[in-house]
């Protein structure tokens, strides 16, 4: 049972560029959780979805940033007109259901953005 | 909402001596905690977890962690640190779906 899956692992953007960050979930996964890492810090909630709808997108900027998650396909996070503030890393997770107590959040290894 | 502070922002042991990383949460109820590491430029790998079971928790790479609800603490011991446990280690609570993670622990192991 392959992992989470993210791609690509690096991205190189220039300012004002569009950045497109995509997560396959673990097999029989169908939410999906979008975190993002600044440097020196620890990582803080952005987005959670599940097939074709937003749940909860409080920890996401308002504007230039967007996330989807298809009936197929994987989820992508998309940052329009990158800025040097978006370099980070963001890593997408996935669980099989929440409201369970055992309910486990699995990572992938992340897409690291640097922003010229 | 629930939230976790790391007491140490950096520990270093050396090879073969016990590794403490220290943390306390903030809750009005029953928490679910976890410890996760995270080795350079790699993703996060779940150590072990608490969710009102037992409170002595084992995890992968001969770690664990102990719920103490009257400290509100979720320490992590290894007793014999291996070079390899070199990385950063989070703890980590969760509110509902989201998890709120604490500023990390760096550790480094001298040989």
């Known amino acids: 049972n392959a992992g989470v899956m993210q791609n690509p692992r690096h991205l190189v953007r220039r300012r004002g560029q569009e950045a497109r960050l995509r997560c396959s979930p673990m097999k029989g996964h169908s939410h999906v959780y979008w975190y993002r890492q600044l440097p020196e810090e620890g990582l803080k909630f952005m987005v959670y979805l599940q097939k074709e709808n937003i749940i909860d997108e409080s920890g996401m900027p308002k504007e230039r940033f967007s996330a989807e998650f298809p009936k197929e396909g994987p989820s992508i996070l998309r940052i329009q007109q990158v800025v040097r503030g978006d370099s980070a890393a963001y890593f997408c997770a996935s669980s099989p259901k929440v409201g369970s107590i055992e309910e486990t959040q699995y990572f992938g290894p992340g897409t690291r953005l640097l922003v010229l | 909402a629930q939230s976790v502070t790391q007491l140490d922002s950096h520990v270093s042991v050396s090879e073969g001596t016990p590794v403490l990383l220290r943390c306390n949460y903030s809750?009005?109820?029953?928490?679910?905690l976890f410890w996760y590491v995270q080795h350079p430029n790699k993703g996060l790998q779940l150590l072990l977890k608490y969710t009102s079971a037992a409170t002595l928790v084992k995890g992968i790479n001969g770690f664990e962690a102990e719920f103490k609800k009257s400290e509100t603490s979720f320490h992590l011991t290894k007793p014999s640190a291996h070079m390899s446990d070199a990385a950063e280690y989070f703890c980590v609570v969760r509110n509902d779906y989201k998890l709120s993670f604490g500023a990390g622990t760096t550790v480094t192991v001298r040989a």
């Open positions: 809750s009005s109820y029953s928490p679910s």
